[in-house]
Each structure stands twice: as structure tokens, then as C-alpha cells.
């Protein structure tokens, strides 16, 4: 072996991965704390079978603790945590920005701004009052319920700044579920002492968290310091506190072929409804952090075809056990057809929403490719 190849080799030791993990990074983008980094609307299936819209605000705040193999969020995080009040002051710059119908700058593909859906007159004038959108994703590149990320000491004005929306999804690595989530599920429901009516609903809380996979040797060499037993344990401590439990799956992960890949994205979802999910992302493995590029190099890793993520969604749709969406950003850097690719994308986006199977796309010329 070659001593650039022992040098490219990925370590077999956790420390050793974060040092090579590191290594491999560029620089990070310049942020401001007291800014969110982007924010935009989705439509999503609720569980209860509506279409709703979701505001989604990617909070500013310091890195995640653990370097996982696959992630490039930290491009977007900062080195120190945040003051006391710095992420509440970038939801309400999120909302205010909206509510004045300033459009924010483009997301990489999300082309829903907030605009004016602040804007109905139920509860207008209330920063807090958001009719139109029913939902809320605060996602901040980490966990939720890192104190060295949000400080706890924000707990209650988040709590109050969002009671008024249905769901509020939070994302949080399963070593941090505990004791934190239970305290924000409670502020939540907390009445606000200054409303003239008790509200017509309790917010849910749900948690996001990264499984990633089912493989037990691939989930451990992504570094995330995290067995499937312990993800099973939080999830079960998150149905037991009621919860709801959202669910990252990867398609594809470094070290396996595509035939594997769409073989553990299926056992991965099987996984994450056993453990009481209502619903799964179905997230294609991207290049971008320069660790992939260097596993790249040497065979151990290659971004997945679109087809297999098709292949996933439709059989996690079929299951019938929950929701399952496929993350459709940048998703034509997965096809290599122009031709179909507008209508496959549409195809998969109909399916988010529907939640039902829809017919394949047939393409003469991605037919002659593979005669």
C-alpha cells in the first residue's frame, strides 16, 4: 500500500475519525448570530391527512458537538454559542421580515417565502399568532437540546413565541433526548397568562433525530457515537412523554453499493415505525464536506442514482405504517437524464403530498442509455 493510501485510509477509532473528519473540511460561511440562515414555507401532509403549511427557519447557532461522517451543516454554524436571546431574536426576525412581505433570500431550491400568510386577521398585531401556518420547524444544524447550541435560558420565550402554531418539530441527536425535551413539551402547553381565552389546542411537540441507518457496521463508522439500541431508548422515552418522533434515514451512505443501499433504506424505515415513528425523511447522501469527496476517491462512496430514491419512497409510501417524504433539494444532481427529470421530480413531490404510489415516469431516453 502506498503511503497516500494509508494517509486516504478512513481510521477504525472514533477519535482518529474526528481528526480525519476535520481534516477534510473547508471553510465555513460567515453568519450573523442574530439571523437565522435562511427560513421559507413548505407544504407538508399533517398526520391528520391535510396538506399544511410549515414554516421552516434554520437557526443560527454554535456547531454540533459530534463531526458525523456524511454532515455539512457545520458550513453554517458558529464556533461559540449564541447570547441568551440571539435565537429568538432570529425567529422573530423570520416572522417580522414576513409579515411586512419581504421576501428572503433564495434556499437552494425552497420557493416558498413567508411573505404575507402571517397576515389573517385571526389574532393579528400578536407576533406570535400565526393562523395560516400551521406548523413549525425550528432546525438549528445540531440539537435542539445542546445547551452549548440553544440556551436553556430561552426555553420560555421560544415556548411562547411559537404555542401559537399546531406542531413545533425540533431535531436532536438521540444522546440528548431527556429531561430538556420534556421541559420545552411543558412550556409549550404552558397558558399564557396574558390571553383574555385559554387557546382551542395544545401544540405537539415533535422530535426529529438522525438514525441515518439500520446497518449496524455503516451507522458506526459514520461517527455518530450512537448504537441502534440507544436510538431505540430515546425513542422510547420520546412515546412514553408523548412525543411525536420524526425520522432522518440516509439513502445510501458511504459504503455501500446501490443494490445495499436501497436494501438498508427499506430495513431502515422498517426500523424507525418499529421504534414509533409518525413519520420518516428519506435524505439522498450529498457530496459537499469534503470527507465524502476524499471516500469518493477511493471507491467507498458515491451519491445515490434518483432511481433508488424513488425505489425508497415507494416502498416506504406502500408500507402504509406513516408518513414518509423524500427530500427533494437539489435532487437533479441524483439523475443523470434531463429529459425525465422535471417530471420525476414532480412525480416524488406529488407523493410527498399525497402519500400515495403514483406511476413511474417511462422515458424513451433513459431506455436507449441502459440497452
Known sequence: MLPTDVMHEYPDHPRERDRWV???????????????RAFFVEE??????????????????????????????????????VLVGAVLAQIDYALDQCRVGVTPAPNSGKTLAFNCLLTASQGEGRRDACPTLRQIKLYNSGSFFDPRAIPPEDYVAIA???????RVIVECHPALVGE??????????????????????????EVAMGLETAHPEVLAKL?????????????????????????????????LDEAEALHWAERSMDFAFD??????????????????????EHGEFSPP????????????????????????WDVEQFSDCK?????????????????????????????????
Open 44 to 81: 407538508e401532509r399533517a398526520e391528520s391527512g391535510e396538506v399544511v403549511s410549515v414554516a421552516t427557519i434554520l437557526l443560527t447557532n454554535r456547531e454540533c458537538p459530534w463531526r458525523c461522517l456524511m454532515c455539512d451543516l457545520w458550513k453554517n454554524t458558529l464556533t461559540e454559542t
Open 223 to 255: 461517527n455518530k457515537r450512537m448504537t441502534l439500541d440507544q436510538f431505540r431508548r430515546a425513542a422510547e422515552f420520546l412515546r412514553q412523554n408523548e412525543i411525536a418522533l420524526r425520522v432522518f434515514v440516509l439513502v445510501k451512505p458511504p459504503f
Open 305 to 328: 442514482k434518483l432511481a433508488t430514491l424513488e425505489a425508497a419512497l415507494d416502498y416506504g409510501i406502500a408500507l402504509k405504517r406513516g408518513r414518509v417524504f423524500a427530500d427533494l
Open 160 to 166: 411562547d413565541r411559537v404555542r401559537a402554531f399546531e
Open 339 to 371: 429529459e425525465c427529470l422535471e417530471r420525476r421530480r414532480v412525480r416524488l413531490g406529488e407523493m410527498n403530498l399525497r402519500q400515495t404510489t403514483q406511476p413511474r415516469v417511462a422515458c424513451e431516453c433513459c431506455r436507449e442509455r441502459t440497452r
Open 180 to 205: 430538556s425535551a420534556l421541559e420545552f413539551r411543558d412550556l409549550l402547553n404552558a397558558v399564557d397568562a396574558s390571553e383574555a381565552r385559554p387557546p382551542v389546542h395544545r401544540p405537539k411537540l
Open 275 to 296: 421504534c414509533g415513528a409518525t413519520v420518516v425523511s428519506l435524505i439522498p447522501t450529498r457530496f459537499g464536506n469534503g470527507a465524502l469527496e476524499a471516500l469518493a
Open 22 to 36: 476535520l481534516a477534510r473540511r473547508g471553510a465555513r460561511n460567515q453568519l450573523d448570530p442574530f439571523k437565522p
